[in-house]
């Protein structure tokens, strides 16, 4: 069965600090790979995306994931974060359908 | 911003009677798709569509129906409400291989 397994529930960290947030899916097709980012009150957005090709993708707002085939992951990442980052982050895998992770909450205190 | 449009974006409804959510877009995309969000859980798949007539089951589509009579529409109909699924209803589309989302629907069932 399709799975999306985001391990960080809820993180906190300070303005400027670095950002990793874990993924790890189970897929039996071609694997299409996403982030989504929620904003307080407001809907899904899409961060970055993995088709195929170069498994280091970047994306909006600074933020970039690797895809590691042999461990499954799609880890998302950011240098230096800011307090305009706080948000919820969905991991998700796709084809035809979506498969979500359960979020992870960020809060970054200025 | 895609163009979807969800129907009603709050709602508060008796235990027991039937709410009909409503999705609009104006992409001409194949597939649509109803998710639940509630916290701790991300968001679920109820149902998705295909084309004009053609759905499919997600993974929490027990009390929930679906159709999908126009390319533009797609109608999440809860037959009888509970108060479990009182929750946040997102309307996707898919093109591309990307998931584009409505700006959901509050949902109380009290």
């Known amino acids: 069965a399709q799975s999306v397994s985001q391990h960080n529930h809820h993180v906190i960290l300070s303005e400027a600090a670095s950002l990793e947030l874990g993924c790890n899916y189970s897929y039996g097709g071609t694997v299409n790979l996403f982030w989504y980012v929620q904003y307080p009150g407001q809907h899904l957005q899409l961060l970055l995306k993995y088709f195929s090709g170069d498994p280091l993708v970047k994306g909006i707002k600074g933020f970039e994931a690797e895809f590691i085939k042999s461990k499954f992951s799609f880890n998302l990442r950011k240098p230096s974060v800011q307090w305009s980052d706080t948000a919820e982050y969905f991991c998700a895998v796709g084809g035809n359908q979506f498969y979500f992770g359960t979020g992870t909450s960020l809060t970054v205190i200025p | 911003d895609a163009g979807i449009t969800q129907s009603p974006r709050h709602k508060v409804t008796e235990t027991g009677t039937p709410v009909t959510l409503r999705c609009h877009q104006t992409e001409n995309h194949r597939y649509m798709y109803w998710y639940r969000q509630d916290p701790g859980h991300g968001l679920r798949l109820i149902h998705y569509s295909y084309g004009v007539k053609d759905t499919d089951k997600g993974e929490v589509s027990d009390g929930y129906s679906v159709s999908r009579s126009k390319t533009e529409d797609f109608l999440l109909t809860l037959e009888s409400a509970t108060s479990s699924q009182t929750s946040v209803y997102f309307c996707?589309?898919?093109?591309?291989?990307?998931?584009?989302f409505g700006q959901g629907t509050r949902l109380t069932v009290v």
């Open positions: 996707a589309i898919s093109g591309n291989g990307e998931a584009f």
